[in-house]
């Protein structure tokens, strides 16, 4: 087999990507032609820099989808190492391809003769799966916390306020040497932080429904029922594992797989002080808004008003803020992986294969540089998405 | 005014306090402590024998009585050998029993033993911290001009060709961690493979001799991750004072653009990027701790890394002391700074 010359690496990504690209055009030609009904979704597609962001975004969200549910784009094993293809350069062929076996290596070998394409495409679905759901998290701690805080204020925003500004006020390294190394892990600190963590989630969702049905008690139960069991239910595996701390309950569906509860733990546990601050900020502008002071004159509930009544007033910031916090987490994902910190050190997730890379950077460029585009086009994306939101919320 | 600056200092303190002794706790778990043990004593010492080594030298005492003793409030413990040597947290190797001080904490200076350096803490961190007190120098001085110039550009003529461009490079270095910055840079300039070849792709012999060569490169680095967010609030900044009243009547006036931006907007758009620069000194320190890891300069937060991985517990705390703080004197500094450029923002 020859070498692929640069044009043909280039088309050959391009081709292996074609499932992502297919996907992309119908999605921007359904959303483009029904923009007017898709509300704040569709005036997005008003702004160019949003729908640059969206597509950025959009194409690393497919490419995990398509790599790990169909096992397509990828060329090789990211985990397999093939003899005699250490740090060659890309598009060099495979010495003795088997049958079915793509032929080449199209972004060359790292320095372990992995093939750093499949590794940086599957090492999207690791950042596409943890990111926004860390960040969900990160809000629901934030929100649960920080509406009571400014709504009541006193006493209660003090302490809470206090303890944000604490956290706040760590370098965030030090929070990660402190949390995710193998001895504090061994104690099951981090575990007893997700056991609080996680709880948020449950009553955000349980307070939310119960303070909009608390007066009719049948439909109140039921939709408590549907949301909160299989809440429980998955609660409740996500924190027991089998052979750590926390291990008593008997319907253990799944255990989270090496260190990516702590450095999800982790991740939620820097980010929700900022958006804690962030809610409690709005609430205290919004509480003093007329439409509040009817609900508590119809003699609504602090919690109802709260959360049907403010919180839905505050969504434009917070979605924009949602985004600007997927990109963050991204990125301290990445500083976790660079560190070598909580993931297992072969995961093809992008700061640890950043920091392989980095080793041999002066000689080899190519085993660190496709994860560090990958990283800053998905982060580039979101941070445009969320500029796109905001001018486009701020126009009426 | 002194009452407010008071009543922060001693929340300040009060953080503080409670940060270290967060910190000291996580240190100070056991099977950190047993590794201690391990790594200063023999590997293969048994569990027995383990807790003996940290008995003696007062290791297993409760967590609040151990961090008194490292504040410097209570003295500390010692213990008396079988062999009759005297060892205790205040005897540093090499000094007799009897001359070691029997308080001896943060509060008399004492900042403990590192056991990756083998040298006393406080001497450490003031050499690594000077180091990186440079670095950060030569970024403020890169990063604040620049960032307020793009924002005051970008800012003075909102919705123009130049805004948009402008605004565009301040979200992309946003976007762009610094390992991702510093690798790139690294291929593009430094590396062999490339062929540029115009900086150093190591900072090293930066600590000794500081040349554009080889300081360059780390500087921009950490400048451009927090240049991006600086620019972009100075911009918000000055696009409202530029819609502000006061500005419509100058230019009713007479006065030309020039004088309107420099005489009339600048002063008032800059009070808010000033709370927003000294806010980003924290994340600089996080930038800090990446930079010198992929530029192998050995300043305070490659220091921090080596501390927390080879579990050097008295160095580890010392750093985190000295990064809380830092962080926690900046907060105060935006806060006294804001309300003083700010007249609007009474402090009662």
Partial sequence: MEPLSFGGVTSAILWQFMPVWISLIALFAVSITYKRKLGLYGKLFDSTIGMIGFALVMFWVFTAFYSTVFDLIYTHDPLAQVSRMKNKVPGTPLPKPGDGDYAHYLLGGDKLARDVFSRMVVGSAIVVAIAPLATLFAFMVGITLGLPAGYYGGRLDTVLSFLANLILAFPVILLFYLLVTPEIVATGLPQYMAVVLFVFPLVFCGVLIHSRYRTQPSKNALRLAIVLIPLILIYMSLINESGSKIAFWPLDFFDIPGGTLVVFVSVVFVNSPTVFRIVRGLTLDIKTRDYVAAAQTRGERPWYIMLWEILPNARGPLIVDFCLRIGYTTILLGTLGFFGLGLPPESPDWGSTINEGRKLLSVYLHPALPPAIALLSLVLGLNLLADGLREESLRD | MGLFILRRVGVMLLTALCLTY??????????????????????????????????????????????????????????????????????????????????????????????????????????????????????????????????????????????????????????????????????????????????????????????????????????????????????????????????????????????????????????????????????????????????????????????????????LLGVSVVSVVVVLVTQLISDIGYVYLNPRISVT
């Fill in chain 2, 22 to 315: 967060v910190v000291f706790f996580m240190t100070n778990l056991y099977p950190n402590l047993e590794k201690l043990a391990k790594t200063q004593g023999n590997f293969r010492m048994s569990d027995e024998a383990v807790a003996s080594w940290l008995d003696d030298r007062g290791y297993l005492q409760s967590t609040p009585k151990k961090y008194a003793e490292w504040i410097g409030v209570i003295p500390s413990k010692r213990t008396v050998l079988e062999d009759g040597t005297e060892i205790g947290r205040c005897i540093p190797p090499g000094v007799e029993a009897a001359d070691a001080p029997s308080f001896c904490g943060i509060l008399q200076g004492y900042w403990g033993w590192s056991t990756v350096f083998k040298k006393p803490v406080g001497e450490i961190v003031g050499t690594r911290l000077s180091l990186t007190g440079f670095l950060m120098l030569c970024v403020m001085l890169l990063m604040v001009p620049s960032a307020l110039l793009i924002g005051v550009l970008a800012g003075m003529r909102e919705g123009s060709t130049l805004d948009r461009s402008l605004s565009t490079v301040s979200i992309t270095t946003t976007a762009t961690p610094e390992y991702v910055s510093g690798v790139i840079f690294i291929a593009v300039f430094a590396s062999s493979a490339v062929g540029l070849k115009w900086f150093k792709g190591s900072a090293t012999k930066a600590m000794e001799d500081p040349t554009f060569e080889n300081f360059f490169l780390p500087v921009l680095t950490i400048s451009l991750y927090g240049m991006g967010y600086i620019a972009r609030m100075t911009r918000a900044s000055m696009a409202e004072v530029m819609t502000a009243q006061y500005i419509r009547t100058a230019r009713l006036k007479g006065v030309s653009f020039g004088n309107i931006v420099m005489k009339h907007a600048l002063r008032n758009a800059l009070i808010a990027p000033f709370t927003v620069i000294m806010l980003q000194i924290p994340w600089l320190l996080n930038g800090v701790v990446i930079v010198e890891t992929l530029f192998n300069y050995k300043g305070f937060g490659w220091t921090l890394v080596q501390a927390a991985s080879n579990n050097d517990i008295e160095l």
